[in-house]
């Protein structure tokens, strides 16, 4: 493993877009599209979906909304660590937070055009006055669709911006105006992408307070949109140090253990805090006593406790020197996390009469095919615009192999392996 | 009277200030100037209901055909080809008769399930864009298609499991009792009690209903389960009440106190009143994130001297 100080974002290069793991990805997502037309003809019944009455919502809202813009809340999380708390060197692994968030956020929004009903009708969401403002649903419809299309995609704008100044030299006295602009609203930009999402992620919480005593007394209080916001929060640190590991597993890039740790302490001091105040709620409003019984739901609160404390615990004592336990570590910490978004929804919840909720098959393709689409999207964006960090050297290298690079940019992009091998 | 061109701006700014602000709450929270507020314990003048007793329904299921006929929905056969016998309230079941039995099979009751009709529905308040009202007048919750997106949250919310979506078609339906609208305004019963052969479920004004489900009770003080009627105060207070001989919990009916489900959003509704907190936190946060950029944005400056690279954002 390499490390290095982080100091600039630089393409994945040397790297081919069409890799085998590309192919199998493009195919679930195909299989999702065509499963997508067959649903909207027939319907959500089976075999399209496990949804019934009882369990109205199934995964597609419950795992690819709840729980993966839950995942997907660093470019929130992080965003307010680097430029509201001012930790400068954040600011390093904000375009990778800012991606992960992106492609989370937009994969969950389609998905949710295509789980509702009446697709048609949802253009009432651009009429305030057609609104019911206190439904949570609506918050989060709201807030959700107005985050994903204009803060959270205009921050996602700058890489693309570079990549023209870069690549295509006729544009460059255009592209550097509209950057000057950009930069100058930039502040107000970055302040809606940090408000939003702690409105609507306290509101996807807020949806179960209408559960009301259906939901276990272990998930359910008036504070649960705030552990909402609070877990997404860490889920957003915990992917983002993932999304920056992995890659250099993948293609050996460097790793700077100075901010991964930074990240690591982060996460940890909110993992813990968010885990003494969640029990503190539960002892408080009395129901400690559900976590003793033999229930699924005492077994989930503990599988969840374990998980989410376990790994805080290790990462508390490891703080980023051995790469490998802190990135299992984070593997564990986030699934308990994603565990706790998906627990009110559907394991923890009791609807009508004794309903048991297990998604289809076909539903459970369309769900892995749209996660496909945000992953494909990741690995498109990391080897063609500057997003994962690495050192100025590392920048100096990749514009020396570049320079060796076919200038027709058809050539590049069609051929399924790059011009050369990395040295 | 004499009034110089720098008074009359000024009296004429001051006096379109309100308007404006008031302009400006309304297109952000319109809901509160629109639409009926439901509240728990208050039903309109006029709020019919329906009043059904356990002790006098013989599970003949008559209300079931009936409640079909006369919203058109086609019988569901689905579980063996040949009886109308569905589970539960489904998109072509508005209306179902339940039958609960002890383990011992000494104790059983038959129990009627169809929309409650709730003071404060919890529907309601989940529905995005008001697919989903109470009627002003008789208090009915109805559904209209135009407003509905299909996202199904009243089945998540709905306390008691009424609303359900048609799982099946391109076109789909929320589909739930809506107390025969369409047959009471033209003075005709609901379909279920019409037709019910030993007055188990009646029609009526809710405050004739309670006044009737009381004088059953004290005309026979221990037959009632607590003496009770179920709905008068609970989850809010609805308009179809129940009186049983059994355990109303036994009969799915829970019990939820006389605080509503959409009185569990009270602290959501203060933190989002007029949208002030979440203005004021966006102006502090501009403050803050401005006042770190200019750092930043010098830092940037500094670093493009060192290393001879633009600077990134």
């Known amino acids: ?423 | 009277m004499a009034m110089t061109r720098r008074e009359a701006l000024e009296k004429i700014a001051k006096g379109s200030l309100p308007v404006i602000a008031a302009g400006c709450v309304s297109t952000a929270m319109p809901a509160k100037a629109m639409a009926f507020e439901p509240e728990p314990g208050k039903f309109p003048e006029e709020a019919v209901g329906l009043l059904y007793d356990t002790t006098r329904c013989v599970g003949c299921k008559s209300c079931v055909a009936a409640c079909s006929k006369a919203n058109d929905l086609a019988p569901d056969t689905s579980r063996d080809g040949l009886h109308q016998a569905p589970g539960d309230l489904n998109w072509q079941t508005k209306n179902i008769i339940k039958l609960y039995k002890s383990a011992d099979g000494k104790e059983y009751s038959y129990f009627k399930k169809q929309c409650m009709q709730c003071a404060d529905p919890a529907c309601v308040a989940a529905c995005m864009f008001h697919g989903l009202t109470k009627n002003e007048k008789t208090g009915v919750v109805e559904w209209n298609g135009i407003k509905c997106v299909g996202c199904r949250y009243c089945e998540v919310s709905c306390p008691f499991g009424v609303p359900t979506f048609q799982w099946v078609g391109f076109n789909p339906k929320i589909v739930k009792c809506e107390l025969c609208r369409h047959r009471t305004v033209k003075g005709q019963q609901p379909g279920c009690t019409s037709v019910c052969p030993n007055k188990a479920v009646i029609y009526g004004k809710r405050s004739d209903l309670l006044k009737e489900a009381k004088a059953r009770i004290a005309a026979a003080p221990n037959k009632y389960f607590e003496n009770k009627v179920y709905g008068e105060t609970d989850a809010g207070g609805t308009q179809c009440l129940y009186l049983s001989h059994v355990d109303f919990q036994k009969l799915g009916l829970r019990e939820y106190g006389e605080e509503s489900i959409p009185d569990r959003l009270r602290y959501q509704k203060m933190l989002y009143k007029y949208l002030a907190l979440p203005a004021a936190l966006y102006i502090a946060m501009t403050a803050v994130i401005s006042k770190n950029f200019k750092h930043v944005e010098h830092e940037l400056k500094e670093e493009e001297k060192h290393s001879g690279l633009r600077p990134q954002l």
């Open chain 1, 1 to 423: 493993m390499r490390t290095t100080k982080w100091e600039r974002a630089v393409p994945v290069y040397g790297v081919p877009v069409l890799t085998r793991a590309f192919y199998v990805l493009a195919s679930i997502f195909g299989v999702a599209l065509i499963l997508t037309v067959w649903r909207e003809y027939f319907g959500l019944a089976n075999p399209v979906s496990g949804m019934t009455d009882g369990f109205a919502w199934g995964i597609w809202k419950t795992f690819n909304v709840m729980v993966l813009t839950g995942l997907g809340s660093g470019g929130f999380a992080v965003g307010i660590g680097a430029w509201i708390f001012n930790n400068h060197k954040l600011h390093t692994v904000m375009r990778t937070a800012l991606l992960t968030s992106f492609m989370a956020y937009g994969t969950g929004l389609v998905m949710l055009g295509i789980d509702v009903g009446r697709p048609w009708n949802f253009y009432w969401v651009a009429l305030p006055w057609a609104w019911n403002g206190h439904s949570p649903l609506l918050e989060v419809a709201v807030c959700v669709s107005l985050y994903t299309c204009v803060p959270l995609l205009l921050e996602n704008v700058p890489p693309v911006l570079e990549y023209f100044i870069y690549k295509v030299p006729n544009y460059r006295p255009t592209v550097e105006k509209i950057e000057a602009v950009f930069t100058k609203v930039y502040p107000f930009i970055i302040a809606l992408a940090y408000l939003l999402p702690m409105m609507h992620q306290s509101s996807l919480g807020a949806l179960m307070l209408l559960a009301g005593p259906r939901l276990s007394g272990l998930w359910q209080s008036p504070f649960l949109p705030l552990l909402y916001v609070w877990a997404a929060a860490w889920l957003g640190y915990s992917c983002v140090v993932l999304a920056l590991v992995l890659p250099a597993l993948a293609w050996k890039r460097p790793l700077d253990l100075d901010v991964l740790g930074l990240l690591n302490k982060i996460a940890v001091n909110l993992v813990l805090a968010w885990t003494a105040f969640r029990f503190l709620v539960i002892l408080v409003r009395g129901d400690i006593g559900l976590a003793f019984q033999f229930t699924s739901d005492a077994f989930l609160f503990w599988l969840e406790t374990a998980t989410i404390l376990g790994a805080a615990l290790v990462l508390r004592s490891e703080s980023g020197k051995k790469v490998s336990k802190m990135f299992y570590a984070h593997c564990v910490l986030a699934t308990g996390g994603m565990i706790y978004r998906f627990s009110p929804t559907t394991l923890a919840f009791h609807p009508r009469g004794g309903a048991l909720y297990f998604p289809a098959a076909m539903e459970l393709i369309t769900c892995m095919g749209f996660i496909s689409l945000g992953i494909m999207g990741y690995l498109f964006a990391v080897k063609k615009l500057a997003i994962l960090p690495a050192s100025i050297e590392d920048w100096k290298k990749m514009e020396a192999y570049e320079a060796k690079a076919p200038k027709d940019p058809f050539a590049r992009y069609l051929s399924g392996k790059q011009y050369a091998t990395a040295d």
